[in-house]
Nanobody
Framework: QLQASGGGLVQAGGSLRLACVAS????????MGWFHQAPGKERELVAA????????HYADSVKGRFTISRDDAKNTVYLQMNILKPEDTGVYSC????????????????????WGQGTLVTVSS
């Protein structure tokens, strides 16, 4: 139900834009998140956006570099990644939390109901 795309190989300092399309009829009721799993490490939340899009949350490691946004008309959530660093390398997955609290981004991975397959981002130094 979630299809992520936009990953690829980029040099350090470059940019990528990830997109995640949700095949649901009520996308407006889903809070969305992007997770990053680096090689050999656990998956971690990098950005989350509330149902309405009015609130967002970022991991400290990406603040000021990444921006999460959503287009409810297209059932899509985006992750704009700028000033990429080699440590940003890994698989990025999107996730959806159905019927979450309005205006509140979902922080905990266990609260997400649906997961996409992920897209690989490789940042070369």
């Amino acid at each position: 139900q979630l299809q992520a795309s936009g990953g690829g190989l980029v040099q350090a300092g470059g940019s990528l834009r990830l997109a995640c399309v949700a095949s649901v009829h009520t996308f407006v009721y889903y809070a969305m998140g992007w997770f990053h799993q680096a090689p050999g490490k656990e998956r971690e939340l990098v950005a989350a956006i509330s149902r309405s899009g009015e609130s967002t949350h970022y991991a400290d490691s990406v603040k000021g570099r990444f921006t999460i946004s959503r287009d409810d008309a297209k059932n899509t959530v985006y992750l704009q990644m700028n000033i990429l660093k080699p440590e940003d390398t890994g698989v990025y997955s999107c996730a959806a939390d159905f019927n979450s609290r309005s205006g509140v981004p979902t922080m905990m991975s266990r609260e997400y109901d649906y997961w996409g397959q992920g897209t690989l981002v490789t940042v070369s130094s």
